[in-house]
Structure formats: structure tokens, C-alpha cells
């Protein structure tokens, strides 16, 4: 059961974060979105976003064999090397730890990424662990059916 229904409670801070919510849909390319908000919510254990953005993604052509495969992205042939360092950069800003966000694992993504491809990525990972947070902290519930 649901805790409390945010967007009812603080509707401000609900925007805000949605207002980020279509910045990084507007920039951030959708296929690449979409794994990094699975895995982060995978990482987070949100059930609500895991079931939205598995969905979501299968909606607009993922297939499910690579949407189950981000649980386990490195040993997975089935993403390229632009996914791959997405990925890796959605595990070091998630599980941010005391020494923050490795070199190599940001060297690489700057190696395959632009300057603002890769602030818009941050932004996109930022976002998903905020949605998290309150997904996981509200107890918000994926629907029983679709």
C-alpha cells in the first residue's frame, strides 16, 4: 500500500521534478533513457519504475531480451559501447560511494560521449534515482494490470 501520494502532497516539488523529467526526454536519446532508468531503478529496488520503464521501453521497440539483460549489462553481448558507458556511469552515480564517481568509468564515457550528451546523461541519472527515492520511500505500487 501506498505511504502518501507525493504529486498530491507537494504538487510543487512534483513539478520540479517532472520538469526534469522532459528535459531529459528532450534530450537524451530515448533507447539509452530507457536503460539507464531501468537499471537505476533495478539498483534502487523501485518496483514501480522498474514495471513503468520495462514497459515503456518494450512499447517503443526494446525487445525483452536485452531489457532483461541490464540486470546483468557487463557480461550481456547486447548493448554497444555508447550503452555500455551509460550503463557503467548509471552503477557509479546510483551506488555513489565515499570516492564518488571512478576515473575510468568516467573517461570512458567521455571518450564516447559529448561534453553535453554526457551533463545531459547526468541529469537523466540524477532524475531516475530522484523518481526512485520518492517511488521507493512513498511504497508507490506498479499497476496489477495493464
Not at 81 to 94: F, G, I, Y
Request: aromatic content about 8%.
Amino acid at each position: 500500500m501506498s505511504r502518501i501520494d507525493m504529486a498530491a502532497v507537494a504538487p510543487q516539488a512534483y513539478q520540479a521534478v517532472f520538469g526534469l523529467e522532459k528535459y531529459v526526454q528532450a534530450n537524451v536519446d530515448h533507447t539509452v533513457l530507457e536503460l539507464v532508468k531501468l537499471r537505476a531503478s533495478m539498483l534502487n529496488g523501485c518496483a514501480f519504475c522498474v514495471d513503468m520503464h520495462s514497459r515503456d521501453a518494450l512499447a517503443a521497440g526494446e525487445s525483452s531480451r536485452r531489457l532483461f539483460a541490464v540486470a546483468t549489462w557487463r557480461e550481456a553481448p547486447f548493448f554497444d559501447e555508447r550503452e555500455r558507458t551509460a550503463l557503467a556511469l548509471t552503477d557509479a552515480v546510483t551506488r555513489l560511494g565515499e570516492h564518488g564517481v571512478p576515473d575510468e568509468v568516467w573517461d570512458a564515457a567521455a571518450k564516447v560521449w559529448s561534453e553535453k550528451e554526457l551533463a545531459d546523461l547526468v541529469v537523466a541519472i540524477a532524475t531516475i534515482n530522484v523518481w526512485n527515492r520518492i517511488g521507493v520511500t512513498s511504497h508507490a505500487q506498479p499497476p496489477t494490470e495493464v
